[in-house]
């Protein structure tokens, strides 16, 4: 009786141990089928890793078109990309120098301004109305007050000395003056650092940049419109003379100035010199830093 009491005692612990072993099995199986945290990697990353941990770009570099073709004899053209933060100019095209025109205006104004924080004067209101017309309208008569105002072909001069221009000549007319692209790259580099007028002038002339309005209104800016969240500021320069149209670009964004120039046979129009220059501007002008990735 008794040995009979004690086997089933011996049975019943023997159970029971089974019974708590099965279940700690149990359990630790279905712990080890939880789902485990995903990771979720780069397409680029290692696939061995796995602590890659993928975050979309902040922007998207867009692809860029050639430049255009102007291998034709009958037409010229040169370009000229400046980095403000290296240095580093980028010059392309044909060699040699081309009427400016319009496009000087924009150093007619900065020397203009120059003259008067010499003199510790302000502009006239006539003389502001005069520098806003001559680059936001391009109005010639303007630009030929500022610039009989200040000597003549001597702005040109002092606009050599302050921004260090190679290949620029001076003209007794202020629109036939004579510059490569990458001098007119330069320029706007110069003027943009406050090398010429000072800083808050030249936030001034930048602004009415950023306003230039009907004819003058084409070229880089038809690609780039938009530089740090604001208006491209602009000017260019289109004149007709021998047969030929001149037709001139320059942009100064932040960090960047890009000058395009071009010379072609008059029958062709001015809506082909501004094409020129706006297929530059799509080919070379560097990236809006504010641009950001599309939303997938």
Known sequence: MIRS???RIFLGFTFTIVAVACLVTVVAVTIDRRPKPIRYQHPSANPSSSTSTYRPPARVPRSRPPLPDVSSTTVWAGWALLHLDTGE??????????????????????????????????????????????????????AERLWRARGGAAVTRRLIAACDLHETTVSTSWGT???????????????????????????????????????GRFGIIESRPVDRGRPLAIKNGWLTTDGLWHVNCLAIADWWTLAVMVRYPAELGLVYGATVCADVAAALAPDDETATAPAS
């Open 5 to 7: 009491q004690r086997l």
């Open 177 to 215: 003056t004579q510059m490569t692209p990458a001098d007119a790259a330069r320029l706007g580099g110069c003027l943009a650092e406050g090398k010429v007028a000072s800083s808050p002038w030249m936030a001034w002339i930048l602004d009415r940049m950023r306003e230039v309005t009907g004819t």
């Open 89 to 142: 100019l980028v010059a392309g095209g044909e060699p040699g120098p081309s009427i400016t025109a319009s496009m000087i205006k924009v150093g007619i104004a900065a020397d203009f301004l120059h003259g008067l924080e010499q003199q510790n004067q302000d502009p006239s209101e006539s003389q502001s109305d005069d520098r806003g017309a001559m680059i936001r309208d391009s109005d010639n008569d303007a």
